[in-house]
Structure formats: C-alpha cells, structure tokens
C-alpha cells in the first residue's frame, strides 16, 4: 500500500569525518559552470521566492530554482550531459576541461582530431535529451533507450535532436544494461548518470555538472539577503543529482549546510531502503517501477552519489504519487501574490511534500523530526516544468493524481 514513510538519518556525518567530497569542492563547481558558461544559451536559472506560500505552511521564507529555464530544454539534466560530454572530449584531446571551450570542442579541428563519436544512454526523457542536445551541439551522434511506459511526446523532443530514438519494453535498470551492452558491441561512450563498478568517471563528471546548479542557488540566495537554507528537500532517482547538490553544499557549508531530505517515489525508493537497510551498503528495488514520476523511476542507487546521500542527508522519504501532483498544483496555483511556477511531476514532489509535512497532522512526527517550523528557510529545485504537456494538464488541469 502506498504510504509516505520516513526514515531519519540516526548519525549524519560532519563533513570532515564522511566520505571524501573534494570532487565536489567549489573550485571544481566554478570549472563546471565556467564550462556551462561557455555555451551561447548559459544563463542562471531563476530562483523564484513564494513569500504567500510560506506564510500558508508555517514556515519563514521558500525558494524554488526553477531549471524549466535551463538552456530551452525545460529541465536541469543538460548540467549533467555536456559537462560529462565535455570532459570526455576534453581527456581524449589530452587537455583540460578548464582550458576547453564550447566553440574549441565544436571546431573543425577538433572534430577532424577526434572524428564522429556515437555517446548512448538510457532515459525517461529529460537526461536523454540532454545527451543527444549535447552530442549534436558538439557535432557527434546519440543513441537512446527508453523504459517502457516512456511518453512519447519525451521520445519526440529527443528524436528532434537528431538522436536515434525508442522506448523499449524494459524497466529503467534493464535499459541501462541495454545501452551499455550496445556500447561495448559497437564502440559507443555511454554517457550515464548513475556508477557501477568499472563505471565511475562520467557518472562523477556528470554529478559536477550538476554542482553549477547549487553554486548558482547559493550565490542567488546570498543576493536574496540568505547565508545559506536551514533545510533543502531533493529529489532522487539514482541519486546524482541529489548528491551532486549536497556535496557541494556540504563542502562549500560544512556544518552549516541545510538539514537535507532526500524524496523518492513509493515504487522506485531504492535510496530510502538502503537508508534504512543500515549496513551503509547501496540496495535495489526492482519490478516495473511503475510511478507518476517517471524521471524518478529508478530501482539502483549511484553507488558515487549513494555514500554522500548516506553520509550527509538527514532524513529519507518515501512517497506515493499524489504527493508530487499536489506539488504540481501548489505550484500552478500559489498563494496569491506569489508567481506561479510550471513544474513537471518530478520536480514538483519536494512541493508536495513540504505541503503535507507542514499541513497535514500525518506530517508532525516528520516536521519535528527535522525541526521545520516558522524560523525556517527552505530551497526547493523544480527540476523540470512541462515536459510532458499531456501528462502536465491531466494532472493540474483535470486531478490526476497518480
């Protein structure tokens, strides 16, 4: 049965004493974003303030990084994927990524040093999209595996790109092993955000590229009059994003960074029972991961990302899917005189979930637990907006809630 289920953190670490985050140290997060910078669409996403909203839930002010702006692909995964993409022509060139351009990796010369490179992955949508936007920038091809279930109109936006395109009749998990099996047949890079044994740079490079998207919070936060959030929600699939974004806080903050929650859907927690397995080790969840949260939809933790979510978050939680929609329409419809903000269902939960913590009486044991209250300062991420219109208005516009 569908329930949301807490687990807190009995011993998060200092960060001198957890496991080792000096790849996600500031210098290496200015060197994503310098790279980031690089490309003629890098603007800072925006970081939308809901005054109304946290006045409505009992709570001192709400932020939300809204990355539906990021690079006109609706969501944050192109973070991720060019800087990934990046640092692997980069290393084939023999150079680094901080004396590597955008313009130098798309130039005639490069592209006759290195030839036509084939980069593959398995996606719900948004990182495929970002790994086929970042190949054909940069003049190479791209192959994508989708699980089955994939919304087409996710299929088409990568297709559009001029990736090799399909949704396959796989899990997330099996479609992985499917493009890292076809990149070893036929000499493709497999540019995936999750690690295995073996399998560790490009997962690392891409959690990097995820830290611009924290470096620009922070610093917009500090324009905002904030030294930094008391509490952060973030939400996770395999976890590299969720790691990317505590890592760097936890470096850049130390013992001052945010009492962290990481979210995940009921059928794709695989993060909350490692958390609560207790014996530090990553664990799996498999079947159909069939959940509203297709972007969330993953059974096996990043075993890079997996030690800094173990080390560092305070509390895990475990959800079902009307959470996220009720996230969707909080945001759709805010408190008046807050702006409203369209977020996907993936990037809406940790919305929904502030809302039922701090409304609802089911929500008190978890709000004491991470001592949320009216002196509070909370930053959310919407990590995607519309990304599939249809889904988007069957849940906003006509109460789909799972």
Known sequence: MSEIKFFKNPAPKFPEAGTSLAFLAKEEAEKARAYHQSFAPYAPTPLAELPSLARAFGVGRIFVKDESYRFGLNAFKVLGASYAIGRYLAEKLGEDIGDVSFERLRSPEVRQRLGQITFTTATDGNHGRAVAWAAQQLGHKAVIYMPKGS???????????????????????????????????????????????????????????????????????????????????????????????????????????PITTI?????????????????????????????????????????????????????????????????????????????????????????????????????????KALNLDSTSTVLLVSTEGDTSPRIYREIVWYGRSS
């Not at 890292?180 to 740079?201: F, K, L």
């Not at 590229?209 to 395999?238: K, R």
Request: aromatic share 8%; with cysteine; net charge negative.
């Open 151 to 257: 919304d087409p109109t996710r299929l088409a936006n990568i297709q559009s790109h001029g990736a090799e395109a399909s949704i396959t009749d796989l899990n997330y998990d099996d479609a992985v092993r499917l493009s890292y099996r076809m990149a070893r047949e036929h000499g493709w890079v497999i540019v995936q955000d999750t690690a295995w044994e073996g399998y560790e740079n490009i997962p690392t490079w891409i959690m990097q590229g995820y830290a611009t998207l924290a470096l620009e919070a922070l610093e917009q936060l500090n324009s905002a009059g904030v030294e930094q959030p008391t509490h952060l929600f973030l939400q996770a699939g395999v976890g590299s994003y969720a790691g990317g974004v505590l890592g760097f806080l936890s470096s850049a903050l130390g013992d001052k960074r």
């Open 263 to 367: 979210v995940e859907p009921n059928q794709a927690d695989c993060i909350y029972q490692s958390a609560l397995a207790g014996d530090g080790s990553p664990h799996k969840v498999g079947g159909d991961l069939n959940t509203l949260m297709a972007g969330l939809a993953c059974g096996e933790p990043n075993t890079i990302s997996w030690k800094i979510l173990r080390d560092y978050a305070h509390g895990y939680i475990s959800c079902p899917d009307w959470i996220a929609a009720n996230g969707m329409r909080v945001l759709a419809a805010p408190v008046r005189g807050d702006s409203p903000i369209v977020s996907g269902e993936s990037g809406a939960v940790t919305c929904g979930i502030l809302e039922y913590i701090m409304g609802h009486p089911g929500g008190e044991t978890i709000r």
